[in-house]
């Protein structure tokens, strides 16, 4: 069986952050571990408290799965200090990590900032470099090629300033904001539109790092960037066309929809 590390932060609740990964990870077939970065008090209707841990816990959590059950791939999720940054960078070298795909967890699909600018500038000078593929939101590219999105052109352009200055690829995600959930994807091969279906559900807590989750989980078990994406979101699509209905705000996915039921029985 192949095996991804999440490197993020808990969410109590079960809909996003650690919790999200390790479901889907479980869902599309391959085994999940966790470097958890903080604990976070949330439920569907917003995040309460957070602690984080210490930079030298993180190394050894991370330290103790790659010397063990080594990862075929890597998502990073919410680390929202530069020291935590570091580190986790630090070990992507250190033990020579791959497939990495970092969910920049900056700046809520709300516009609200996420992580202090001092965090920002981190992911940018130590983890981005290191990516595989990037998954900025469009409030997050906006931050990241420091120009308006405001149309699926200036997507195209938006994802080529981050492959720029990064390198690796980009999936610049759209929402239902601008377009019908369709995401643009650039490698340095070209750009390619992966279309998403437009599903009648606001129910989409955790969405970000279950797609990033799903895409780390097909490059573990081989497939190409493009293809990756392409069965993260056909698997996004079923969680949310599954319309489970739970808590009082916008609630999780079902990230078991397509888990036979009883098969376990």
Same mark, same amino acid.
């Given at each position: 069986?192949?095996?991804?590390?999440?490197?993020?932060?808990?969410?109590?609740?079960?809909?996003?952050?650690?919790?999200?990964?390790?479901?889907?990870?479980?869902?599309?077939?391959?085994?999940?571990?966790?470097?958890?970065?903080?604990?976070?008090?949330?439920?569907?209707?917003?995040?309460?408290?957070?602690?984080?841990?210490?930079?030298?816990?993180?190394?050894?959590?991370?330290?103790?799965?790659?010397?063990?059950?080594?990862?075929?791939? =890597?998502? *990073?999720?919410?680390?929202?200090?530069?020291?935590?940054?570091? &580190?986790? $960078?630090? #070990?992507?070298?250190? !033990?020579? +990590?791959?497939?990495?795909?970092?969910?920049?967890?900056? =700046?809520? *699909?709300?516009?609200?900032?996420?992580?202090?600018?001092?965090? &920002?500038? $981190?992911? #940018?000078?130590?983890? !981005?470099? +290191?990516?595989?593929?990037?998954?900025?939101?469009?409030?997050?590219?906006?931050?990241?090629?420091?120009?308006?999105?405001?149309?699926?052109?200036?997507?195209?352009?938006?994802?080529?300033?981050? +492959?720029?200055?990064?390198?690796?690829?980009?999936?610049?995600?759209?929402?239902?904001?601008?377009?019908?959930?369709?995401?643009?994807?650039?490698?340095?091969?070209?750009?390619?539109?992966?279309?998403?279906?437009?599903?009648?559900?606001?129910?989409?807590?955790?969405?970000?790092?279950?797609?990033?989750?799903?895409?780390?989980?097909?490059?573990?078990?081989?497939?190409?960037?493009?293809?990756?994406?392409?069965?993260?979101?056909?698997?996004?699509?079923?969680?949310?066309?599954?319309?489970?209905?739970?808590?009082?705000?916008?609630?999780?996915?079902?990230?078991?929809?397509?888990?036979?039921?009883?098969?376990?029985?």
């Amino acid at each position: 069986m192949r095996t991804v590390l999440s490197i993020a932060g808990s969410d109590c609740s079960g809909g996003a952050g650690i919790q999200a990964d390790l479901k889907t990870m479980l869902a599309n077939g391959v085994y999940g571990m966790s470097a958890i970065t903080a604990l976070t008090a949330q439920n569907t209707t917003g995040v309460f408290d957070v602690m984080e841990v210490t930079p030298h816990f993180l190394f050894e959590q991370i330290k103790a799965c790659a010397e063990d059950i080594f990862p075929d791939a =890597v998502k *990073t999720g919410m680390i929202s200090s530069p020291e935590l940054i570091e &580190v986790c $960078a630090k #070990c992507i070298k250190e !033990f020579g +990590l791959k497939n990495i795909v970092v969910d920049p967890v900056m =700046v809520a *699909t709300s516009g609200s900032r996420l992580v202090s600018k001092e965090a &920002v500038s $981190a992911l #940018c000078d130590n983890l !981005f470099p +290191l990516a595989d593929v990037i998954t900025p939101n469009i409030p997050e590219a906006e931050v990241l090629c420091g120009q308006k999105i405001l149309s699926e052109r200036d997507m195209e352009s938006a994802a080529a300033v981050i +492959l720029n200055k990064f390198g690796g690829a980009v999936l610049l995600k759209g929402g239902h904001s601008l377009n019908d959930a369709n995401d643009f994807l650039l490698t340095e091969q070209g750009g390619s539109w992966i279309k998403g279906k437009r599903i009648d559900n606001p129910n989409t807590h955790g969405t970000g790092c279950t797609l990033s989750s799903a895409i780390a989980a097909n490059l573990a078990k081989g497939c190409d960037i493009k293809t990756a994406v392409e069965k993260a979101k056909s698997y996004i699509s079923q969680t949310l066309a599954a319309g489970l209905n739970l808590g009082k705000g916008s609630g999780p996915l079902n990230h078991g929809a397509g888990l036979r039921a009883g098969a376990h029985t």
